[in-house]
């Protein structure tokens, strides 16, 4: 009995050391740091750009209704997926914060509008604050417009999974009509993973 207790004593003191120094080495950022929200390099498209743009995307024969384009499913490095994509020992070019895809959708893909909505299970709190608060620096860059150049949107990816189609939701992208904090949820909304009442 008493090697028993011993060992479970002596369990409880090599967990407790790990996680002291992990605590520790997290405290002193040897495991890396946050990445940031990046910075958003460029200035606002010019007014003249947008009207010839949204002059050419009416269709023909309804001079009423306009054509615009968008992406409302835009992940950064902050998703595990496209973090892991994005590694050079896998043949990608590094990390990219959100202020890339702001920058991206903005210069290189001329849209329209764009949502931030990375993965829920990878947003911490900390990182929810840095994705309202990049999203929204990317919309101040067209404040003044009386046509903005682009509209941004904050968002997150709900993902879930079961093992049979009745019970397979899969992704939903969640996207908030508004920027203001009491408008957009205090915190990403995560599924718990695989249906456990499709496993029965």
Not at 2 to 8: A, D, F, P, S, Y
Not at 51 to 75: N, Q, W, Y
Not at 85 to 102: K, N
């Amino acid at each position: 009995m008493r090697r028993i207790v011993l060992g479970i004593a002596a369990v409880f003191v090599v967990v407790a050391a790990l996680s002291a120094t992990y605590w520790f080495g997290m405290q002193r950022g040897w495991f890396g740091s946050e990445m940031g929200p990046g910075e958003i390099t460029g200035e606002v498209i010019p007014a003249e750009i947008i009207k010839a743009r949204m002059a050419s995307r009416k269709p023909a024969g309804s001079p009423d209704s306009l054509i615009l384009f968008g992406d409302l499913h835009v992940h950064t490095t902050i998703s595990a997926d496209a973090f892991q994509s994005s590694l050079p020992l896998v043949g990608g070019t590094g990390v990219h914060p959100i202020a890339d895809a702001c920058d991206f959708a903005r210069y290189c893909s001329a849209l329209d509008f764009w949502g931030s909505t990375d993965h829920a299970e990878s947003i911490t709190p900390s990182r929810w604050k840095i994705i309202k608060d990049a999203v929204r620096a990317c919309q101040k860059v067209s404040d003044g417009q009386a046509e903005p150049d682009m509209v941004s949107f904050i968002g997150f990816e709900w993902t879930q999974v079961g093992i049979t189609p009745e019970t397979h939701y899969g992704h939903q992208n969640v996207i908030f009509q508004d920027l203001e904090d009491e408008k957009v949820s205090a915190r990403p909304i995560a599924a718990t993973g695989i249906d456990e009442q499709s496993a029965m």
